[in-house]
C-alpha cells in the first residue's frame, strides 16, 4: 500500500535552516502536507502544496517537491527555538476520499 | 471559535470494558476521520466519513467502531478495549472535496488499557 518515510530526528542551531525531507510512494498523490505538532497538542496545519507544482514559498517556510523521484521537503529558514516540535509528512490523492497518509514525523529539536 | 473537541482527554481502563470517545466539531465539515498515533509509527487512520451516515475503514480498524448519525459528531467505540489499544487518539475534521483537505485536528485522547 501507499507510504509515507522521513527521518525520525533533527537537531539545529538557533538561527540556522532546519531540512526535513519525506518520500512517498503514491504516484496519483495530489496533495502534500505538512502538519506540526507542538507537545500535548493535535496536529496543525504548517502548509501543502499541490502536486503539478515544484515549490512554495511562505514566510520562513520553502517547500520543494520532486514528484519524478516522490521527494518532498520543507525548510526553515532562520529556526527559533518556537519550531522545536514534530512535522508530520502527509500525502493525499484528494479525490473526494479522506484518505490521507500519514509519515512518522521528524522530531526537530533546536539548539539555542 | 473553530474548533474540533474530544472527552475524556485521559482515560484508564481495564481490558473488555467497552468505552465511548466522543469527537464534536462546530466547522460544519463534512469529513471527519479518527486516528491513533503511536510512537515511530505516525498517524494511522482508523475510520473516516464523508457525511452523516457514511463511514468506511482506514488502515486499522480492527476493534473500533464508528457511527456519524450527525454532521457533528463523530465518537469512536471500542466494545471490548484491549492493552494493544493503548494509544493517543486524534479525531480530525474537513471541510470536504473542492479544497485542499486540510484536516482540523482535536487535541488528543490518551487511552491506556490495562
Known sequence: ?112 | EAQVTQNPRYLITVTGKKLTVTCSQNMNHEYMSWYRQDPGLGLRQIYYSMNVEVTDKGDVPEGYKVSRKEKRNFPLILESPSPNQTSLYFCASSPGAGVNNEQFFGPGTRLTVL
Open chain 1, 1 to 112: 500500500g501507499e507510504d509515507v518515510e522521513q527521518s525520525l530526528f533533527l537537531s539545529v542551531r538557533e538561527g540556522d535552516s532546519s531540512v526535513i525531507n519525506c518520500t512517498y510512494t503514491d504516484s496519483s498523490s495530489t496533495y502534500l502536507y505538512w502538519y506540526k505538532q507542538e507537545p500535548g497538542a493535535g496536529l496543525q496545519l504548517l502548509t501543502y502544496i499541490f502536486s503539478n507544482m515544484d515549490m512554495k514559498q511562505d514566510q520562513r517556510l520553502t517547500v520543494l517537491l520532486n514528484k519524478k523521484d516522490k521527494h518532498l521537503s520543507l525548510r526553515i529558514a532562520d529556526t527559533q527555538t518556537g519550531d522545536s516540535a514534530i512535522y508530520f509528512c502527509a500525502e493525499s490523492s484528494g479525490t473526494g476520499g479522506f484518505k490521507t497518509i500519514f509519515g512518522a514525523g521528524t522530531r526537530l529539536f533546536v539548539k539555542a
